[in-house]
């Protein structure tokens, strides 16, 4: 008697530990998924964001808002102070620096390496960030039907390793890039869409 309970005890056990072993993972259906986000039309993140290279290496407060009409990147110190302020819009880009200079350039891109020394993808920024492929990207879906990994039609190299649960399309919580030997950490903190 008892080897036949000690035999249903640990065949209970076993069965636990299966269903925990087997519970499946929150997961999305890819297409719907897409669809969300790319019915997302404007945005606002916050986080932080660390750019490590060979000959630079920094990290700053991280302030993305993304509309139709034009994008916003605000990078600032630990105090709150401004480092870069960046907008583009279908005319270019125009940065102004923690001294008030202002700058300009059609190519956004260019214009941030040229003033950070860290090449940021700020063009393609707006569906990246938000783990939407453009259609010039290939890509990688996780177990959870979302964006895992993608390279960029720009030489960047995308891993997505968390996504949150607290927004409707789940957006990323953390991302890398890279590209060569540049390395750019994301960690967003907060996400609002507020669409019409």
Known sequence: ?????????????LALLAGCATAPAPTTEWQSHRDALASVNSYTARGKVAFIAPSTRFSANLYWRHSPAQSQL???????????????????????????????????????????????????LAPWLIGLPRAQDTFLLGPDNRVATLKGAQ??????????????????????????????????????LDND
């Open 155 to 192: 030489g960047w190299d995308i891993d997505y390793q968390d996504y949150s649960a607290d927004t409707q399309p789940a957006l990323p919580t953390r991302i890398t890039l890279t590209k060569g030997q540049q390395t750019i950490k994301l960690m967003i903190s907060d996400w609002t």
């Open 74 to 124: 605000r990078l600032t110190n630990f105090l709150g102070t401004t480092l870069l302020s960046l907008t583009m819009n279908a005319r270019g880009a125009t940065v102004i620096d923690d001294q008030g200079e202002t700058y300009q350039d059609p190519n956004p891109a260019r214009l941030m390496a040229y003033l950070t020394g860290a090449p940021l993808p700020v063009d393609a």
């Open 1 to 13: 008697m008892f080897s036949s309970l000690r035999v249903s005890v640990l065949a209970l056990f």
